[in-house]
């Protein structure tokens, strides 16, 4: 339909859903709107054509088939749990990065806030000089602080 202010309220008329009053109001719109009355009128026969079918039985064969998917469907809702749940960490994170960011700024930008201070394992030789000369050791730091710059 699209049209109609009403589009919405057919299926509800048509199933009995109304309140008296919204039933009462539906049905002198219907008087005069044309596609609430095809909408209606197909709704009405759709329905007509479902009663006349007649009813199926599964099979035991189905039956089983469906009981043994069972379980995974229990697996999708907990599966949708962990998904919504990772969802909303990490939109905790962001915000509060962002509050975190905007509550800071002068000091985030600052260049002491940008200057990361060495580690020194043991503070009683912190002298480039009391260090020992290992070359694999070198090796290995100039290695590692290339690739970590890339």
């Known amino acids: 339909m699209g049209t109609c202010q009403y589009e919405n309220v057919v299926s509800a008329y048509h ?11 539906f049905e002198q719109h219907l008087a005069d709107c044309l596609p609430c009355q095809t909408e209606l009128k197909q ?3 759709m329905s007509a ?6 009813p199926q039985k599964l099979s035991e064969h189905a039956r089983q088939d469906l009981y043994a998917l ?3 469907v229990g697996e999708g809702v907990y599966l949708r749990i962990a998904e919504w ?3 909303l960490t990490a939109s905790v994170l962001i915000a509060a990065s962002l509050w975190l960011f ?10 002491e806030a940008m200057f ?10 912190h002298d480039a000089t009391d260090m020992p000369d290992d070359p694999q050791l070198v090796d290995w730091v100039t290695a590692n602080a290339a690739a970590g710059q890339n």
């Open 49 to 54: 054509f479902m009663k006349s079918a007649p």
């Open 102 to 111: 905007n509550t800071h700024p002068n000091q985030q930008n600052s260049p």
């Open 15 to 25: 199933d009995g859903e109304l309140n008296d009053s919204a039933r009462a109001s």
């Open 116 to 125: 990361v201070s060495p580690v020194i394992l043991n503070p009683q030789a």
């Open 85 to 87: 749940t990772t969802a």
């Open 43 to 45: 709704l009405r026969r």
């Open 70 to 72: 069972a379980p995974a």
